[in-house]
Nanobody, 124 residues
Framework: QVQLVESGGGSVQAGGSLRLSCAASENTYSTKCMGWFRQAPGKEREGVASIYSDGSTTYADSVKGRFTISQDSAKNTLYLQMNSLKPEDTAMYYC??????????????????WGQGTQVTVSS
């Protein structure tokens, strides 16, 4: 069972930056695809970004050019660098993992493993 622990959330003003981290308990077949999702109050959870073991990345249109996903395989850690934050980025951010390349491409929320989430709040 893969364990995922997010950190790095907080409150920031619009235009600011935050970096989220996700520590994974293993770096195996189960974590070939790693992704970030978010859920704002009253809204459905949506995919933000993902990275596959070959380094390929996928981003939601709403964050392209502002967010960057990366990983440090030696540390089993996933990152999400968030720049030029907007109030609409306010949400609970979740780290997720799955073996599927297809899920990495589509950012569907049927990932197998999930963290508990970290809150990001952007004020105007």
């Amino acid at each position: 069972q893969v364990q995922l622990v997010e950190s790095g959330g907080g409150s920031v003003q619009a235009g600011g930056s935050l970096r989220l981290s996700c520590a994974a308990s293993e770096n195996t077949y189960s974590t070939k695809c790693m992704g970030w999702f978010r859920q704002a109050p009253g809204k459905e959870r949506e995919g933000v970004a993902s990275i596959y073991s070959d380094g390929s990345t996928t981003y939601a249109d709403s964050v392209k050019g502002r967010f960057t996903i990366s990983q440090d395989s030696a540390k089993n850690t996933l990152y999400l660098q968030m720049n030029s934050l907007k109030p609409e980025d306010t949400a609970m951010y979740y780290c997720a993992a799955d073996p599927s390349w297809r899920l990495c491409q589509t950012l569907r929320e049927t990932f197998r493993y999930w963290g508990q989430g970290t809150q990001v709040t952007v004020s105007s």
